[in-house]
């Protein structure tokens, strides 16, 4: 069983958030469904900023559009965030140690970082 418990895509009904916890390491049909809810949030935030970009530019759009702009961005951004709390917490813990000075190591590895 996974011990650390992946935070979902989605809120619950009642706007709370959803975790789930899964013996197969990730590979379970919600598990699967919640990669693909990922996907499409990170992906229709990329084309939302596309649009802000040219909405920008347009000294013809009105306040109400750019209203509605700033409350799509932020509707991304906390689906962005969400993705990205949810993917770090499924990092591999790393160890934390104190910087090496020794010149002579491989200068491709950093201590503290996973190897």
Known sequence: MSTRPRLLPW???AGKRC???TDDDGNSRLARLADE???VQLKAG???LGHAGE???DHKVG???L???VKCLSEALRDALRVAESRG???PACADSEPDDDPDDDPKLEKGACE
């Open 37 to 39: 809810m990922e996907a």
């Open 89 to 91: 917490g499924r990092l």
């Open 67 to 69: 209203r509605f702009l």
């Open 11 to 13: 809120p619950s009904a």
């Open 46 to 48: 990329a084309e939302l």
């Open 19 to 21: 975790y789930l916890v």
């Open 63 to 65: 306040a109400g559009e």
């Open 55 to 57: 909405m920008i530019g």
